[in-house]
């Protein structure tokens, strides 16, 4: 379709769709990831399509944290801070604060993924770009024993994923929820909890969600 078309959004449209798959289903060796990094961002650039632009950068800095390459993935995060700077883009900015509160997360680092999860909250301008703050914030409180500020947070969560159908965000609460009950003594309670995330994420064919929840929940 892309090739019929012929045009640099629709190709630009296509690649960061084939990053996003890379992450969740289809991983890529490092260098057939490289070139299409490249591939994408030099089409994208080739549009003026601000938020595909935005799209692709958070895409690329997303796979380095799932890659394990930190200092990677803040360089695109702080790119898309300073592209947001440049053109007073909100949009942009709370994409580079998100990318920057997950590797906080993934570095154990929850008393900065607190801070920047604040600040990309208040910079939210779309649903997706509040329930994805709001996910990060309340699993950083959680994650740092606050969870009487958490569990609210986690309710909200789940109430806005319910009624707008999003299931992605919904598998963060449930794991969330499982963990608040390991944290107040319910064991065998909440790893069940986390077990069946893991379990619907491995059928869905996404390993790299189930093997996150592995790590920061189990593993702890």
């Known amino acids: 379709m892309v090739e019929r078309i012929g045009d640099n959004r629709s190709k630009a449209y296509a690649l960061a769709a084939e990053l996003w798959v890379s992450t969740i289903v289809a991983p890529k060796t490092l260098d057939d990831f490289q070139i299409l990094q490249k591939d994408a961002i030099a089409v994208a650039l080739g549009t003026t399509d601000a938020y595909l632009q935005n799209h692709i950068r958070f895409h690329i ?5 799932h890659r394990g390459r930190m200092n990677d993935a803040r360089e695109w995060a702080r790119e898309l801070m300073q592209v947001g700077a440049h053109l007073n883009d909100p949009r942009s900015t709370g994409f580079g604060l998100g990318l920057l509160t997950w590797i906080a997360l993934a570095s ?30 309340g699993s950083a ?5 606050r969870i009487d500020e958490g569990v609210p947070l986690l309710k909200e969560l789940r109430e806005r994923c319910t009624a ?12 969330l929820n499982g963990l608040v009950e390991i944290l107040q003594g319910n064991i065998g309670k909440g790893i069940r909890l986390i077990e069946d995330v893991i379990s619907r994420l491995d059928k869905a064919g996404d390993r ?4 996150w929840t592995w790590r920061k929940c189990i593993c702890r």
């Open 61 to 65: 800095g997303w796979e380095e944290v």
């Open 108 to 137: 154990d680092s929850h008393a900065e993924a607190l801070e920047n999860s604040e600040q990309s909250l208040a910079v939210a301008v779309t649903p997706i770009d509040r329930l994805s703050a709001i996910s990060a914030k």
């Open 141 to 145: 409180l959680i994650l740092l024993g």
């Open 164 to 175: 707008d159908g999003c299931l992605y965000f919904l598998n963060t609460a449930d794991v």
């Open 208 to 211: 790299f969600g189930a093997d």
